[in-house]
């Protein structure tokens, strides 16, 4: 900033369907609250009084008042007041008009307490008590990050308060593509051991965006950003009382298969043998699992854990979603046994198996003690 010190940023939001989305409220400080009172024991409880006149000009709410003690009122120069004569004769007998506490005051309306919305509406300017600012930001990663990191993290404090806004449920699910320091996880985990019983969830995006060799952060041993996002989030965990700590990394890279489609004069001997496995040699088991769960469309939050069965590994995705082995010389016993286990799907590969036959058994076996889905790679 130059001449004038820029002390405010700006935020776009938006829904994507307006026409469903409510705001979420901000609760009522005590402030707020103290201006409801009840002097004339109204039954309806507290309230306060409010403006008659509205900001803008209606012809049909253009009208003299007369007071208790006879005084003429009228609407201020260019405004009008905010209900019709008719409407305003109504709320008079119900009670819900005063004028002052010598009744000689401008018409006010009673707003009652029982009657309002059970929070504040969100306004357009949000002030660092409620989301905080560069400064609180940069101390908060520096309570993990003792290393100056990051120039201009966001504060947690502003995404609890955009998420507030948003109207979550419990399990939401947050997404933010451009990660950086993952503050966003920070504050949905804060969020959900505030409340105890939350289990929303976030999906962070990040590409491995390399840290300068001369920045703290790479002197720190983070080679990318992402590296740094992983470790907050981490520490971050360490720091909550109670609530789910856990997170899953994954990196987008391209198929697991090697490239099969070659023109007829393009195949070579040298290149029919390297095609004799199907699969690209630097891919694990993990890469394996959890490519079929993204083209399955199962959720990648589901648990995981692994069993070794007579010196076979096995792979549990959502229990029995899914159970997959991928080892070499897979035998009928093994088959059997993940076949009683009646999982949802099962994954192999063409090339793991002991033998043909047990290949060529494999959907009978299943069939006989399950109706799952078999998935050879």
Partial sequence: AKGISATHEYIIVYAANSSIWTPGLHERNEEQLSAYHNPDNDPRGLWRSSDLSARTYNSSCDYEIIGPTGLVFSPPRGRSWIVNEKRYKELLDDNRIIFGADNTGRPMQKKFLSEVKEGITPETWTPREKAGDNKTARYEIKKIFPENLFDTPKPTKLLLHLMKIANLDDDSIILDFFAGSSTTAH?????????LGGNRKFILVQIPESCAPESEAFKAGYKTICDIGRARIIKAGQNLQWGDKGFRVLQ?????????????????????????????PDRN??????????????????????EI?????????????????FDKNINRPLIEYVAKKRPERALFRDSCFEN???????????????????IIL
């Fill in 252 to 280: 987008v890279d391209s198929g697991n298969y090697k490239n099969v489609f070659l023109s007829p004069e393009e195949y070579t001997p040298e290149i029919l043998d390297t095609l004799a496995e199907n699969i690209k």
């Fill in 309 to 325: 069965v007579d010196g076979f590994t096995l792979h549990y995705y959502g229990e029995n979603k899914i159970i997959a082995c």
């Fill in 285 to 306: 088991a993990l890469d394996l699992l959890f490519a079929q769960i993204s083209e399955l469309g199962l959720p990648l939050s589901l648990e995981y854990r692994a």
């Fill in 356 to 374: 043909v036959n047990n290949m060529i058994n494999l959907r009978h076996i299943f069939a006989h003690y399950a109706e799952s889905v078999v």
């Fill in 187 to 195: 504050a949905v985990m804060n969020l959900n051991n505030a409340d």
